[in-house]
Each structure stands twice: as C-alpha cells, then as structure tokens.
C-alpha cells in the first residue's frame, strides 16, 4: 500500500515539472489561493464565536446584503495575492468594477476572478458555503490589467477551483489535467491529496437538485424534466431522489461525487438565470467537464458563452451524461426562450 502523503504544494509542484517552459507563476497563484483558503476556512469555523456573523450594512453590486464573512473573505483573496507579481487583475462578485493590482506591485501574466463565499446566506444555520475560482492568460496589451483580461470565455480557462467549508474544508481544483481533490488536515495545517483523478460516474445516482419551489415560473420543457425525475409523468420510472442544499459549491460537490443533475435554472422573473457567469458557472463547468460531465445553459455549452459585462448572469445544468441528455430532450426542446414578466 502506498502511505505516502500528497500536500498541495507537492501536487501542484509535480504537475508543474510536466511542462519544462513553465515559469512557476500559476504554482505560485494557486498555493496562495490555499493559503487564502486556510484564513478563510479559520474565519468560517470562529463564526459562531466571535463577532463576524452577521450583515456590514452595505448592499453589493447584486443588491444583496452584504455580510461579514462576505467581505473579509473578498479582502483575504485580494491581499493574499495582489503582491505576487503574476496577477494583472482581478474581478470578485462582491465588487462592482475589475480590482486593478496597486501601482507599488509588478502586474504578471495572469486574471484571477472569484466568488469570495458563495453560499454566506447559510452561515448563521451552519450549513457549508465555499469559495469559487477561475484563472484566465491575460489578453489585453497595456502594461496593466483592464476588463477585457476578465471578459473570456470559460474555454479559456487556465485553471478553476472551489474550496468548501463544511464538516472538514475540501479544495477543488483542475488545470485541464484531471480534477483533484485536497482535504485540510488541521492537525499540520496542510491540505492533503484525498480524491485524486475525480470522475463524475457516468449514469450517476438517482439525485436531482434543484430549488422546486419555482416550479410554476419555469419553462414547460423544465417542467417536463421534473416531472420525470419524479416519475409523475406516466413512464413509471421509480422516482429520483431530490437532494437541494442552497449552497452552490455544496450541491455541485455532492454532484462530483456521486453523480445525477444540478439545476439553476432561469424563470419567469429572471429568464437570464441567478448565477454568474464569470464567478459561478464558467469554473464549475471547468471542473465538470474535467471530470466527465457537462454543463450547459440548457441550449449552450457554458464554456463556449462570451460573456459581455462583469455581472452576467445565467441559467445553469451540470451533471452526469446521462443526465444532461436528459436536459438537452427536455430543456433545450423548449421552442422559445422564456420572457421576463412584470
């Protein structure tokens, strides 16, 4: 039996050695992204102890409150590598516009934009929430960072992660070389190789997940979908479990593992979706498709949309093959795209 033990700084610095012309500046950017998660994770465990639940009194870009993990996880990410030399900028969803690198730093080759803490609104009920990442090449061709760097398509993706903070705090990450997975061991303070080579089973578990509540605003095709997930549909087909956390990186990780569908769909009130693009979707897609799965908007691949501003928003379904087959007979069968109502 091999015992031997995988940090993350030796994972990331033996896939580095598989391309000579590397410079070492992604390695650098996803090991501080580690660190960053590590005071983030030490944060979201204090909680309940210290003064840092809670809401700030300022509402974000998306007019949602922001609260105070919200905001010192965005500040963690922000310091732990605006001074590395290797980001040109950076974008956060708590942000309205593109965060440029200070003027006293060297910019580097590379955009990193992220969701701080998807999921903040579950805090206070103990409930897992996650950071979401994604790393792009920089495009534009003045010496520093702008918007143009944050715009690309998630098929330009370098890299993309999460990391989870729940019962143990998990990291998630691809290059475009597998999907693996890293567990913190708070014992040493390192995070250890726990899920190397991640595949989505092909099939999957009979799991669906979704917020059914909305069920009246969606698209027929939607509801088609559910309904034979329910098997209320006349195929006798014995009936999926539905399993819906509420937090993002929580039901996409259950999803990894043992397979079946997440949905964030568009509705009548918000037909463009919830999610964002750049901060959401694009890199949990990267980390699908890595593992054998797919992600689409229900009629796009999602690493094929050019997004067009900082905040776009989309409809979202990743899981299994056999599953996202299923999205593309019901979903994407549906005629007409669905039409915001007053």
């Known amino acids: 039996m091999d015992r031997s033990v995988v940090t993350i700084g030796r994972h990331i610095m033996d896939a580095e050695r598989l391309y000579p012309e590397a410079t070492g500046a992604l390695s650098t950017i996803l090991y501080e992204l580690a660190l960053a998660a590590k005071l983030i994770g030490r944060e979201v465990r204090r909680a309940g102890l210290v003064d840092i639940i809670g809401q700030t009194g300022h509402v974000n870009v998306h007019g ?14 922000f310091r732990a590598l605006d001074h590395c030399g290797h980001l040109c900028v950076m974008a956060s969803e708590e942000e309205e516009d593109i965060r440029l690198i200070p003027e006293k730093f060297e910019c580097g080759n590379y955009v990193l934009t992220y969701d701080p803490l998807d999921g903040s609104s579950n805090i206070d009920a103990n409930i897992s929430v996650g950071t979401i990442f994604s790393i792009h090449h920089k495009v534009s061709k003045g010496p520093r960072g702008s918007i143009e760097d944050a715009l690309q398509p998630g098929y330009r993706q370098v890299a993309a992660g999460y990391v989870m903070y ?40 009979r799991i669906y997940s979704v917020n059914e509540g909305n069920f009246s605003y969606w698209s027929p095709g939607l509801q088609r979908l559910v309904e034979r997930l329910k098997g209320i549909d006349g195929s006798n087909e014995k009936p999926h479990s539905a399993r819906y956390v509420g937090s993002m990186v929580a039901d996409v990780h259950r999803t990894l593992l043992y397979g079946g569908l997440f949905m964030y769909p568009g509705d009548v009130h918000h037909p463009r979706g919830k999610l964002r693009l750049l901060y959401e979707a694009a890199p949990m897609a990267m980390i699908i498709n890595g593992a054998g799965g797919r992600a689409t908007d229900g ?5 094929s949309i050019q997004p067009t501003e900082l905040h776009e928003t989309t409809p979202l379904y990743l899981g299994s093959p056999a599953y996202m087959d299923l999205v593309d007979e019901f979903v994407g069968a549906d005629p007409e795209p669905l039409v915001a109502t007053a």
């Open 299 to 303: 009629y796009r691949d999602i690493l």
């Open 166 to 205: 729940g019962s143990s705090t998990m990291l998630v990450y691809t290059t475009g070389r597998g999907v693996h997975g890293f567990t913190l061991d708070p014992s040493i303070g390192e995070f250890i190789l726990s899920h190397p080579w991640m595949r989505i089973p092909a099939a999957g578990q």
């Open 64 to 77: 949602e409150r922001v609260r105070k993990l919200d905001e010192y996880a965005d500040d963690v990410i």
